[in-house]
């Protein structure tokens, strides 16, 4: 079955600096996507970023980068020069490829942006 | 575009009460979800509806009924309320196109409280 695994519960950065946030999964399958959600106070969930396992290339999108490391089976997201609108829980989630299938969240990782 | 809508946004129950969360997304996608999110659990998948006319158990469906109305809507049904079940409360829906999943897209949540 798969898995997707955040390690770190609470997070916090200093405001123009950078982070990292952790997260590994597991499966057996070739064909999978890779995403990030943010979840801010409002409860709202919204995509941050999302990978392709097929694709070598790791996704950017702004100030928001991933390590994809496919053999390891590590997915982090990199926020650069982060803005106190970042403080959010963050969510890892994994879904395979090849079916209608469900999508599957680790635990989530809190982010606090020190002024 | 509304997105995905959910109603209520908060709800009271006492226990062995009984209650319909309803969901309604206007993107067209074939694929539907409830979870719920309990904290520290991250978002734990309740029941999924890969298309119309079809529905399947996910994670933790003990306690909950589903009804894929149309492609539309998904509803989601507490037949008789335990405080276990008090949980914030998702939908979600999403599709493949030209062979791609999209992210899913949330609705904005039930805050659900059985006394």
């Known amino acids: 079955a798969q898995t997707v695994t955040q390690s770190q519960p609470e997070m916090s950065v200093q405001e123009a600096e950078t982070v990292t946030l952790s997260c590994t999964y597991d499966?057996?399958?070739?064909?999978?996507?890779l995403f990030w959600y943010k979840q801010p106070p409002s409860r709202q969930m919204i995509l941050v970023i999302r990978?392709?396992?097929?694709?070598?290339q790791n996704a950017t999108e702004n100030r928001f980068s991933v390590n994809f490391q496919k053999a390891a089976k590590s997915f982090s997201l990199k926020i650069s020069d982060s803005q106190l609108g970042d403080a959010a829980m963050y969510f890892c989630?994994?879904?395979?490829?090849?079916?209608?299938?469900?999508?599957?969240f680790g635990p989530g990782t809190s982010l606090s942006v020190i002024p | 575009n509304a997105g995905v809508t959910q109603t209520p946004k908060f709800q009271v129950l006492k226990t062995g009460q009984s209650m319909t969360l309803q969901c309604a997304q206007d993107?067209?996608?074939?694929?539907m979800y409830w979870y719920r999110q309990d904290p520290g659990m991250g978002l734990r998948l309740i029941y999924y509806?890969?298309?119309?006319?079809?529905?399947d158990k996910g994670e933790v469906p003990n306690g909950y009924n589903v009804s894929r109305l149309n492609k539309r809507e998904f509803s989601l049904r507490l037949e008789s309320a335990a405080p276990s079940q008090t949980s914030v409360y998702f939908c979600?829906?999403?599709?493949?196109?030209?062979?791609?999943?999209?992210?899913?897209?949330f609705g904005p949540g039930t805050r659900l409280t059985v006394l």
């Open positions: 979600a829906s999403s599709e493949r196109e030209t062979g791609i999943w999209n992210e899913q897209f």
């Open positions: 499966t057996s399958e070739s064909d999978y996507y």
């Open positions: 990978q392709e396992a097929y694709k070598q």
């Open positions: 989630a994994y879904r395979r490829g090849t079916s209608y299938d469900k999508v599957i």
């Open positions: 993107m067209n996608h074939n694929s």
């Open positions: 509806s890969a298309s119309e006319g079809t529905t």
